[in-house]
């Protein structure tokens, strides 16, 4: 018990604090962003005749199935590179594969692996873990909430407009 009480006394509560909370809010934000608006890229591939709904779909919900599967090896690699070292790289492999995935869309081999293996694959998860390991007293106990709900409820709705509009003015062009 003294060595939990501890460990609180020494999470920073404001400061600092807020600064990850931005930034696992800004990860969280694309990932699930993306993953919530799927559906809008989905359309827009099978509109331009890359493969059919349910294969799509599959592809959509790669990423989100891999992030659950691999939650106990990215906890591990969260705690063997630390926090900050496995958030780094899984923005890193976040960005990859969103820069990747649009390299991809006339091929559907290469979406499975960018938008759904990568993607997926990022130890995103694990740096959420170990950078807010949860305790009942101050900003620490609200930080999931908040950056999980702004994330979620911005980070889909916004992505999910930009994304059709910017399809509605630009259509993905026939390569």
């Known amino acids: 018990m003294a060595a939990s009480r501890l460990a ?16 696992c809010a ?14 809008v890229i989905q359309s827009a591939l ?3 005749g890359l493969s059919s709904p349910s294969t799509l779909s599959f592809v959509g919900s790669l990423s989100a199935a891999l992030i ?15 926090a900050r070292k496995t958030g780094m790289l899984g923005i890193a492999l976040l960005g990859l594969a969103e820069v990747l995935s649009s390299f991809s869309v006339t091929n559907l081999a290469g979406l499975f692996i960018t ?3 990568l993607l997926g694959g990022s130890p995103i998860a ?6 807010y390991g949860g305790t009942e007293n101050g900003l620490q106990a609200y930080r999931p909430a908040m950056f999980y709900a702004g ?15 910017r399809l509605s003015r630009h259509p993905l062009a026939k390569f």
């Open 46 to 48: 099978v509109e331009r």
């Open 126 to 131: 694990g740096y959420l873990l170990e950078a």
């Open 26 to 39: 800004v990860m969280t934000w694309w990932f699930v962003g993306t993953s919530y608006s799927w559906g």
């Open 8 to 23: 609180d006394s020494s999470v920073p509560d404001g400061g600092y604090g807020w600064v990850v909370v931005l930034g």
């Open 151 to 165: 994330s979620m409820a911005l980070g889909a709705a916004v992505l999910v407009a930009l994304m059709r509009f």
């Open 115 to 117: 938008s759904g293996v």
């Open 68 to 82: 659950s599967a691999l939650a106990i090896v990215n906890s591990r690699v969260a705690r063997l590179l630390g």
